[in-house]
C-alpha cells in the first residue's frame, strides 16, 4: 500500500505528532505496568508508616492506585495495546508497509519498551506518584471494559493479596541487611542476631534451653545446712535453689538464698525446718515462647521439665483468663484452692470458738480463740499458697509418667533469645548447646590478683561463710512477696 499523505504538509506533520504520541503513551503505560505492579502493598503501607518523607508522600498517592490490582493491570494493558496497534496505522499512512512495520517496531521497542521499563524499575516510586492523577482519569475512562475483566480475574484467581515473607525468608532478610553482608545494610551483628533469635525461638522447646538435671545444683530436703553446704551454695552464686525429696528427680521445690543468709552453719537446720517454695512445672514439649510470657507474670523464674513417658503432648494455651496455664502446680493454680481452705478453716475455727463460748458457764477458763495461724502465712498474707507447708502437710507426689529431665530458667529463655550466654560472677558456667564448662572465676581471680594490693598472707580471695547469727526458726522464713 503506497503512502496516502504527501510529505511536508499539514496532515503530514500532524500524523508525526500522532504517532510520536502513541509511542510515548505506549511506553508509559509499559514502565507503568511494570513501575506500579512491582510495588506490593505490603511495601507501600511500611513506606507509609516508616519511610522517609518524600518516600511516605510518594507512597500515599500511589497506594490507592494499587490497591485494585487487577483493574490497574487491565487499564495498562488496555492502553498499551490501543496505542501499539494503532501506531502502525499512522506509519503506514506516510511510508510503504516495509519501512512501517521495521520504524513501528524499532519505536515500541526502544522508546516504548526498554527506556521506560528501565526508568520506572529504578525510580518507579517516583514515576508512579507522578503519574497517579493521570492513570486515575485512565481507570475511569475504560472502566467499562477493564472492570468485568478484573472481575474474572478476581474469581479465577482470587484477589491480589499481600505477600508477606515467611519465617525463614525474613531471616534471611534481615541477614542480607547486616553491615557483615557486604550489601549496605547497617544493622550491626548484634541487632541481626538478636532478630534471628526472637525469629527463631517459637520453633525451639524446653528441652532446646533447659539444663539437664543431671547438671543443675539442687539440695536434699533432709540435708542440714552445714557450712560446707552453705559455702557450696554461695560458691554457685544461683538465687534460688530447687529442693528434692529423697531421689534428686523428685523436685518438690526451690529455697530462696536470700532466706539462708542468717542460718547458723553449727545448728544444722535441714531445709524440711526452712520456706520452700512452690515450683512449677513444665512439659518439654512446650515452646520458648509461652515459658517466657508465664516467666513475665512474676510467680516465678525457675521451673522443672519433665518428660511425659506416655508420650502425651501438653496442649498449648496461652495464659489468658479462663485457659489452662503452660505451668503446672504454680502458685496461680494453687491459689484459689488454697484461699478456699483458709477461708473454710478460719469459718470452722470461728464456729468451734462460738460453740466453746455458748457451752460455757461464762467463765473465762472454758473461752477458746481459733487457732493459730502458721508463721510463715502471717509473713506472707497474699501469697501463702506458694509456700509449701512440709510440716503439716505431706510432701507432694507427682504423676509417675512425668520425668524430670532438667531445670529452665528465665535466664535460659533469655539466652536462646540472644543466642549468646549471659556470663555473672558465679565460677563457672554450662553452654547447654556444647556442654562445655568454662570458668570465669580463674579470669576474674587473676585480673583481682594483678590490680589489687597483695593480700596479706593466709588470707584468701575467695569470700566464705566464717561465721554466723545466731537466730530463731521463725526468722529465717522471712521473704518479701
Known amino acids: 500500500m503506497a503512502a496516502e499523505v504527501i510529505c511536508c504538509g499539514t496532515k503530514f506533520w500532524l500524523y508525526v505528532l500522532i504517532i510520536i504520541g502513541l509511542v510515548c503513551f505506549a511506553g508509559m503505560m509499559a514502565g507503568l505496568t511494570l513501575g506500579l505492579m512491582s510495588l506490593g502493598l505490603v511495601d507501600l503501607e511500611v513506606l507509609m508508616k516508616s519511610g522517609r518523607p518524600q518516600d511516605r508522600k510518594h507512597a500515599a498517592k500511589i497506594y490507592p492506585v494499587v490497591k485494585n490490582q487487577h483493574l490497574l493491570l487491565c487499564t495498562l494493558l488496555i492502553g498499551n495495546a490501543l496505542a501499539m496497534e494503532a501506531l502502525p496505522v499512522f506509519l503506514d499512512s506516510l511510508v510503504p508497509p516495509w519501512a512501517a512495520i521495521v520504524i513501528s517496531v524499532t519505536l515500541i521497542l526502544v522508546f516504548g519498551e526498554i527506556l521506560p521499563q528501565a526508568v520506572c524499575t529504578r525510580h518507579g516510586l517516583t514515576v508512579g506518584a507522578t503519574m497517579a492523577p493521570f492513570v486515575r482519569v485512565l481507570l475511569i475512562i475504560f472502566l467499562p471494559i477493564s472492570y468485568p475483566i478484573s472481575k474474572v480475574l478476581d474469581w479465577m484467581l482470587g484477589k491480589g493479596h499481600a505477600a508477606l515473607l515467611r519465617r ?110 512452690r515450683i512449677p512445672r513444665v512439659s518439654e514439649d512446650i515452646p520458648l515462647y509461652d515459658i517466657l510470657n508465664e516467666f513475665q507474670k512474676g510467680h516465678s523464674h525457675i521451673a522443672v521439665v519433665y518428660k511425659d513417658l506416655n508420650g502425651r503432648r501438653e496442649a498449648l494455651k496461652n495464659g489468658k483468663e479462663g485457659e489452662t496455664s503452660v505451668f503446672k502446680d504454680d502458685c496461680k493454680m494453687q491459689g484459689g484452692q488454697s484461699e478456699a481452705s483458709l477461708k473454710k478453716d478460719g469459718k470452722v475455727g470461728s464456729n468451734n470458738a462460738q460453740i466453746a463460748m455458748d457451752n460455757g458457764d461464762g467463765g473465762q477458763q472454758n473461752k477458746k480463740s481459733p487457732p493459730a495461724t502458721p508463721a510463715f502465712k502471717k509473713r506472707h498474707r497474699g501469697c501463702s499458697h506458694c509456700i509449701l507447708d512440709i510440716e503439716n502437710t505431706p510432701i507432694p507426689v507427682f504423676p509417675d509418667n512425668e520425668e524430670v529431665v532438667g531445670v529452665i530458667t528465665m535466664e535460659d529463655v533469655i539466652e536462646e533469645l540472644l543466642q549468646e550466654e549471659i556470663l555473672d560472677e558465679t565460677d563457672e558456667y554450662v553452654n547447654i548447646h556444647n556442654r562445655i564448662k568454662v570458668n570465669m572465676h580463674a579470669s576474674q581471680e587473676k585480673d583481682f590478683h594483678l590490680n589489687s594490693p597483695e593480700l596479706p598472707e593466709g588470707s584468701s580471695a575467695t569470700p566464705t561463710i566464717t561465721s554466723s547469727v545466731p537466730t530463731d526458726s521463725g526468722s529465717t522464713q522471712h521473704q518479701d512477696c
Open 168 to 277: 525463614a525468608e525474613l531471616k534471611t532478610f534481615v541477614d542480607f541487611h547486616g553491615n557483615e553482608a557486604g550489601k549496605g545494610g547497617d544493622l550491626t551483628h548484634d541487632e541481626t542476631t538478636i532478630i534471628a533469635g526472637a525469629l527463631q525461638l517459637t520453633e525451639k522447646t524446653a528441652k532446646d534451653a533447659m539444663t539437664l538435671i543431671s547438671s543443675a545444683f539442687s539440695l536434699d530436703l533432709d540435708a542440714p545446712l552445714t557450712l560446707e553446704t552453705l559455702n557450696a551454695i554461695m560458691t554457685k552464686g544461683h538465687s534460688r535453689v530447687p529442693v528434692y525429696a529423697g531421689n534428686p528427680k523428685n523436685i518438690i521445690g526451690l529455697v530462696l538464698v536470700k532466706n539462708l543468709l542468717m542460718i547458723d552453719p553449727e545448728d544444722a537446720v535441714t531445709l524440711r525446718k526452712m520456706m520452700i517454695r
